[in-house]
């Protein structure tokens, strides 16, 4: 504890008491100052100082009481809540623990330059619950469930073998459902639109008896320099990022919670105990990557059975260049390369051309544009065979153990909040979002 921190080691309801009446004066004091955008520099220096006060409070609370926390909002882990609705009632029912959907919809209209970073509070929250080996366990089970939209659409696609997303393509050929990325106009780039529709798409996937194999693979964009071409992904979309428009509880950790973490282990089909077979349904994931697979597009093909590159392909991971957390690649990559590929992947920015030798612990088969759609037809043949669900969940059960992903995850709740927020990230998406709005006005000017 230190002096300005109100919280002592007391019950639950005491301290959270006092947690709330010291983060409301926190919130006085910043409600005297200007708003963001109109801030001086000494003003930054006392709302800094505000959230400073109010982010100390808040862990020292969690670190006492984050398991009676969750288990007070899950009725003693009883009632499954998912994520997003979690932060939500636990900023009701615990005044100043984590920011209210108020505090959150005044952020949303805000660049991320100007907002408070109300999301890094929201990465405190979530890492106390996922650090907590019951609390955080019964939170990635929840999330490990179909969503309910999912359960909405499966009927239908069960009959039709077709569900058309906003930006995403889900359609049953034989034994394999092909999942086609249409975010046409970004690049096949990852925003919250995409996030949702990846979640439900991999659900109906993994829900569909009829169904083996799932394939992903991007579809053909309208970026002008690839018009025309198939792109795997270019990751997050980073203009959004600017503009405040990736969410930190939806996206950042939400995806790896989510359809990340559902195709690697499979969707929760049943809570109660028992062999993890017996609960949850998982199936082997081809991906195809045509031109390249950047940042999360990279992520996604770590937890692939099979990955099929054509060989003009490359990719990547610029965490370094962007200055933000590439997700679980860090745990990830490490197991397929080795520490010294991944730390010049992670940290040096290297691009792995999918002809280097090294792209081959990532990518399984690289062949010419021509023949992707072959290999493909080749993988899922070989990916139908009975035994092999069985024996990919024994794989992840020896390479990436619950827990192990649940630890990692609750530091990379903390650090991703962070990072979003941080001097650096902002000052490179601010440069990145006006050359591209430089590019923009050129094209538009020319005859």
């Known amino acids: 504890m230190t002096a300005d921190t ?9 301290d959270a008491a006092l947690l709330a009446a010291q983060v409301a004066e926190g919130e006085r004091q910043l409600a005297a100052l200007p708003p963001g955008p109109d801030r001086t520099p000494d003003d930054r220096d006392r709302a800094a100082a505000v959230h400073a006060r109010a982010r100390r409070t808040r862990r020292a609370f969690l670190a006492r009481h984050a398991e009676t926390v969750y288990g007070l909002l899950t009725e003693e882990l009883t009632r499954p ?27 949303r209209v805000l660049v991320q330059a100007r907002r408070e ?14 650090r907590s080996p019951v609390a955080g366990r019964h939170l990635v089970e929840t999330m490990l469930r179909p969503t309910p939209r999912a359960l909405v659409l499966l009927d239908a696609f069960r009959t039709g073998g077709r569900a058309e997303l ?3 393509l889900v359609e049953r050929r034989g034994p394999a459902a092909h999942v086609e990325f249409r975010n046409t106009g970004r690049l096949n780039a990852e925003d919250d639109r995409l996030i949702a529709d990846l979640d439900t798409a991999v659900d109906l996937v993994l829900l569909d008896d009829a169904v083996k194999v799932g394939v992903l693979r991007g579809g053909t964009v309208d970026h002008p320099k690839y018009r025309g071409r198939r792109v795997f992904s270019a990751g997050i979309d980073l203009s959004d990022l600017r503009n405040g428009r990736i969410s930190f509880v939806e996206f950042l950790l939400g995806r790896e919670l989510g ?6 282990r499979g969707v929760l089909t049943d809570p109660a105990p028992g062999a993890w077979t017996e609960r949850a349904v998982g199936k082997p994931w081809i991906g195809a990557v045509d031109t390249f697979a950047i940042g999360g597009g990279m992520q996604l093909l770590l937890v692939l059975d099979h990955v099929i590159a054509e060989e003009n392909a490359y990719l990547s991971l610029p965490a370094a260049e962007e200055g933000i957390v590439p997700g679980l ?7 397929l390369t080795g520490a010294r590929l991944a730390r010049q992947v992670v940290l040096g920015g290297r691009r792995l051309a999918a002809t280097d030798p090294e792209a081959r612990l990532v990518c399984d088969d690289v062949v010419p544009a021509e023949d992707m759609d072959d290999a493909i037809e080749r993988a899922v043949a070989a990916l139908s065979a009975p035994a092999v669900a069985a024996n990919r969940h024994m794989l992840t059960v020896a390479e990436e153990p619950l827990d192990l992903f649940r630890t990692y995850l609750a530091e990379f709740a903390v650090a991703q909040a962070a990072r979003t927020y941080a001097p650096d990230v902002l000052a490179k998406v ?18």
């Open 6 to 14: 109100a919280v002592p080691q007391g019950h639950v309801e005491q």
């Open 81 to 107: 809540v998912r994520l997003p609705e979690l932060v939500y009632e636990a900023a009701e029912r615990f005044p100043g623990l984590v920011p209210t959907r108020e505090q959150m919809d005044a952020e």
């Open 117 to 130: 970073g109300r999301e890094i509070d929201q990465g405190l929250f979530c890492g106390a619950v996922l």
């Open 166 to 168: 906003e930006t995403v």
């Open 259 to 264: 359809y990340l973490n559902k195709m690697l």
């Open 329 to 335: 690649g860090n745990l990830r990559l490490t197991r």
């Open 430 to 447: 601010e440069r990145r979002w006006q050359d591209r709005e430089r590019r923009r006005a050129d094209r538009r000017s020319r005859p």
